[in-house]
């Protein structure tokens, strides 16, 4: 399902690709896609889905909350152009967690980008900045500072097991 996969962009790719380093790629999603909210708005002429309040989007170990989230489609079709989630976003899978204000998923570019204080945890390490962009064709990501605030990262050395 496109949707699916745009979700699934959204809630896994932030994080792995910009811990990438670390960790390596996940493994895509498989299985329904589960979204709720307090209201649905569909738009056929303007072809857009629009959900409201209390966002939760669910699939498999992939979760994303946000206040509001935006499904646009292109005139002819039905894969995705691009997907839009606003207000308090919160991507989560395992104890990697990224936020932000605001996620942009551009589908035809393979871009995912996250503005409004943004920030990636993988337990302890954190990387931060004034926007997370990833390159999901490329499998790179850049983080962007600002006038505001500079790009930030600490990372924990892994212990090594006996």
């Known amino acids: 399902m496109k949707l699916a996969s745009a979700l699934l962009f959204l809630g896994m790719l932030i994080v792995s690709s910009v811990l990438a380093a670390e960790k390596p790629a996940l493994p895509?999603?498989?299985?329904?896609?589960?979204?709720?909210?307090?209201?649905?708005?569909?738009?056929?002429?303007?072809?857009t889905v629009r959900f409201l309040g209390q966002v939760v989007a669910r699939q498999g170990d992939v979760t994303l909350t946000a206040q509001e989230m935006v499904i646009f489609l292109p005139p002819q079709g039905e894969e995705i152009d691009r997907i839009e989630a606003f207000g308090d976003v919160r991507i989560v899978q395992g104890e990697r967690v990224a936020t932000g204000q605001k996620a942009l998923y551009l589908n035809r570019q393979g871009e995912i980008h996250l503005t409004g204080s943004p920030k990636v945890h993988q337990g302890r390490d954190l990387i931060a900045g004034e926007e997370i962009i990833v390159y999901l064709n490329e499998e790179r990501s850049v983080v962007k500072g600002g006038a505001e605030s500079r790009v930030k990262a600490i990372f924990h050395p892994q212990e090594k097991q006996p």
Do not use: H, M
């Open 28 to 47: 895509r999603q498989e299985g329904p896609i589960d979204i709720t909210s307090d209201r649905l708005e569909a738009d056929d002429a303007a072809k």
